[in-house]
């Protein structure tokens, strides 16, 4: 949709959004941090990663019929309120001295719900605002904004988890909410009028319908496939960076504080260069690239000597660069290939199709740690995506996803 005032209006969403990204991944780098040193458990850790995950995976299809027939403004500010509550919540849990790890597990969980309506409709939002040939460079800043988060949270939750109990950490979350709210109140965003009463016969005729948005698509079906592929085989061995960090490495929460930022510098490296430049490359090359090269990161993560920290951390900083790439452009091609009325729909399916195999891994983290060792679970990981990026190369399907409409008349 053409709006000579989107820049306008994203630069308010951004500021919300830059404000609950930066607290949230304070919050969380938090708590992991408290997790990896009270327990130093990758079963622990796992158990997290899974409470944070399934229920997005499980409910997001559904989700994301409703992203679609719902006012997607309302939907992100609803959203964050729940998430708000959800850390008030946790608070209250957390301040008792005797723990029950099992309430832990229930709120992030729950906060989980909360994101599979928040980061679909946020996405969704994109291309009723957004004109399509910028579309790729507001990925890009979107990765940027996230970067500056995932690079300054992990200092200000270390900060923070030094100095403060773990429940008034948390305070740090509902302030974000609270600035994303606000900023939601000051923009206008389109909404796209359901034409069909909500039933469930409907919505599931509607689920079915976002499945053969992407099923159609044979390029997009592949894409979906190796993403849903690269998730499951990275998600357990990336779960075990803080295990990795202070295991195999002999590091501490500054130096697991040091591994986040660099992701995140990687990362903002990445989203910058397609924020600021006009990226001409093809979204494909660059996804089948950012493929091979975050297999690699993960192989040399596991590969150094215990001894060559400085080489762990340019390893994991390339790999937040591959990472930002990789995401920057599989949401642009995702904006481009799908209509705007089926949006929600399809980034939910895509949040839950690539969460739920990845919770199976998460099952054998422990097990995986425990057996085989950290370090040889990312070998084993990173030398799995490589081989799925290979195969990616060579699929010809893929080649013409992700052109624009200027691109296609030119060629």
């Known amino acids: 949709m053409e709006n000579h005032k989107w820049l306008k209006t994203y630069l308010y969403i951004w500021t919300g959004q830059f404000v609950s990204m930066l607290t949230s991944y304070a919050v969380q780098f938090a708590i992991i941090i408290w997790l990896s040193l009270k327990y130093e458990s990758a079963q622990v850790l796992a158990y997290a990663g899974i409470a944070g995950m399934l229920p997005q995976a499980i409910i997001g299809p559904f989700a994301g019929v409703f992203i679609d027939r719902w006012n997607r403004k309302k939907v992100m500010i609803f959203s964050d309120a729940f998430i708000a509550i959800c850390a008030l919540a946790m608070i209250f849990i957390l301040r008792n001295e005797t723990v029950n790890l099992v309430w832990i597990y229930v709120m992030l969980a729950l906060r989980s719900i909360g994101n599979a309506f928040h980061a679909p409709a946020l996405q969704a939002v994109a291309p009723l605002i957004v004109p399509e040939d910028q579309l790729l460079r507001v990925s890009g800043i979107n990765q940027v904004l996230q970067s500056v988060s995932s690079i300054g949270g992990p200092a200000v939750g270390t900060l923070a988890i030094t100095y403060l109990s773990i429940s008034n950490v948390l305070y740090l979350d509902i302030i974000g909410a609270v600035v994303a709210i606000s900023s939601l109140l000051f923009v206008s965003i389109p909404h796209l009028e359901a034409t069909t009463k909500s039933s469930i016969n409907v919505v599931l005729r509607e689920l079915k319908d976002g499945c053969n948005a ?9 894409l979906f496939l190796y993403a849903m592929l690269i998730t499951f085989f990275i998600m357990p061995a990336a779960i075990m960076f803080p295990l990795l960090t202070i295991g195999h490495y002999h590091g501490g929460k500054w130096e697991m504080s040091l591994i986040e930022i660099v992701w995140g510098i990687g990362m903002l490296v990445g989203g910058s260069v ?11 090359l660059l996804i089948n690239s950012m493929h091979l090269t975050l297999g690699l990161t993960f192989v040399l993560c596991g590969a150094f000597p215990s001894g060559w920290f400085a080489g762990f951390v340019l390893a994991t900083t390339f790999g937040g660069l ?9 949401t642009t091609v995702l904006q481009i290939e799908v209509s705007p009325n089926m949006l929600g729909r399809v980034f939910s399916l895509y949040f839950s199709v690539a969460v739920l195999p990845s919770v199976v891994g998460l099952l054998f983290t422990g097990l995986i740690a425990e057996k085989i060792g950290v370090n040889n679970a990312f070998l084993i990981c990173g030398g799995l995506v490589i081989a799925i990026g290979i195969i990616s190369f060579c699929t010809p399907s893929l080649k013409h996803l992700g052109k624009t409409k200027t691109q296609i008349k030119n060629n």
């Open 322 to 330: 591959a990472l930002s790439i990789f995401s920057a452009c599989f």
């Open 214 to 222: 992407v099923l159609r698509n044979r390029g997009l079906s592949f």
């Open 274 to 284: 397609l924020g600021i430049f006009k990226v001409k490359a093809s979204k494909i």
